[in-house]
């Protein structure tokens, strides 16, 4: 029995969540546009599948051919909106956490979504996942549970790829991963054992919401500028490292001449040139690590405990880059800096000043640079 009452209601709040979630740009995630697509179409999905939801379990045992391709065709829409949604999130987890997919995952799991569409083009001619008998009534066949399963497949893969970064020690915060998969989880149990009522897309907005909620507040450790951490979250990792005992991997990079190229070039080129060194760390640490504006031209690098290569080793790859840029770039300067690194050991001694510590390392190497260049252009 349908309670329509209820189906309207489930689906106009979740319809009302995604709106204003879409209105007041809670989806845009600074400096960070291929996660903030993802998150769009996360919306845009449960938008869509709010609007179609209703229209279908209004037709469901309504006579004539018009209600049956609102069943037919809307029921289509709804299984292939799965196709969206599970890709979208496992992107949206690969891209903020900075992981990679291999092109076999890749291929993998764009071919499974196109083997869903597949099936359901089939199922428009030959029922084989659900039907419509003659009272316009619809009912659900064995490959129903195909697509309920696959949609917990890309939940539970991305929930995988989220946890298994962290078992390798990578830095990780913000993300509601359970958050995101407990409401879908409910809402999918309670409508697959349930026929009749409309909880699964309601639920999957909230997910979508707490998510959207969750990477707002990663703002406020984010620098502005350049788009990487600032010096309140280096504040939350020194913080736990020194509560647990641990160390940590870290490298400190301070610009060199960076106020010649604010004096004599603009501080907005003095910005574009920070902008530029942060993404060139950036693709340096790749996912080995998190990059941090400390102050001004100061950076932090902070290995993961699991990342390839020694600090020596990314001091070399850094200062590549930086060479690699100025080939590249077209620009009247050249970046440079003084960059030092060490193992900042938190297990025997928890008072330990990190920043004094790293500081000195950095120091050594800008006074080498200065021995051949000029003071006065810092």
């Not at 189906?7 to 845009?28: E, T």
Request: hydrophobic share 45%; with cysteine.
């Amino acid at each position: 029995m349908i309670n329509l009452q209820s189906v309207y209601a489930s689906n106009i709040i979740g319809f009302l969540l995604m709106v204003v979630l879409l209105l007041s740009r809670g989806w845009r995630i600074q400096t960070k546009n291929s996660e903030s697509h993802s998150l769009i179409m996360m919306i845009l999905t449960v938008i869509i599948a709010c609007i179609v939801d209703p229209m279908v379990f209004y037709s469901d045992g309504k006579p004539g051919i018009f209600a049956r391709l609102i069943i037919l065709l809307g029921n289509s829409i709804l299984f292939s909106l799965n196709a969206i949604l599970g890709p979208a999130y496992i992107t949206l987890i690969v891209k903020h956490i900075n992981e990679y997919q291999t092109r076999r995952q890749k291929i993998i799991l764009y071919t499974v979504c196109a083997f869903e569409i597949f099936v359901l083009i089939i199922n428009l001619f030959t029922p084989i996942v659900f039907g419509i008998d003659e009272s316009n009534r619809y009912y659900r066949l064995p490959l129903y549970w195909m697509y309920v399963v696959t949609e917990a497949i890309f939940l539970l893969y991305g929930q995988n790829v989220y946890y298994a970064a962290k078992r390798r020690g990578r830095f990780l915060s913000f993300f509601p991963t359970w958050q995101f998969l407990v409401p879908i989880a409910i809402g999918m149990l309670l409508q697959s054992g349930l026929y009749g009522i409309s909880l699964i897309w309601p639920c999957v907005g909230v997910s979508v919401c707490c998510i959207a909620l969750s990477l707002q507040n990663e703002n406020i450790y984010l620098d502005k500028l350049t788009g990487v951490f600032n010096r309140y979250y280096l504040n939350e990792i020194v913080d736990n490292a020194k509560k647990h005992g641990e160390k940590l991997s870290a490298l400190m990079l301070d610009m060199n001449n960076f106020k010649q190229i604010n004096d004599n070039y603009s501080h907005t080129e003095g910005d574009n040139a920070l902008i530029a060194m942060a993404d060139i760390l950036n693709d340096v640490v790749k996912n080995n690590g998190i990059v941090i504006r400390f102050a001004g031209d100061e950076f932090i690098v902070i290995l993961d405990k699991t990342a390839t290569h020694t600090i020596s080793e990314y001091k070399s790859f850094i200062a590549d880059a930086i060479d690699e840029y100025n080939e590249s770039a077209i620009k009247p300067y050249k970046l440079s800096a003084a960059i030092g690194g060490d193992i900042i050991d938190f297990t025997t001694d928890e008072n330990l000043d990190f920043i004094s510590a790293i500081d000195r390392y950095m120091y050594a190497d800008k006074a080498g640079y200065y021995e051949n260049n000029n003071r006065r252009k810092r």
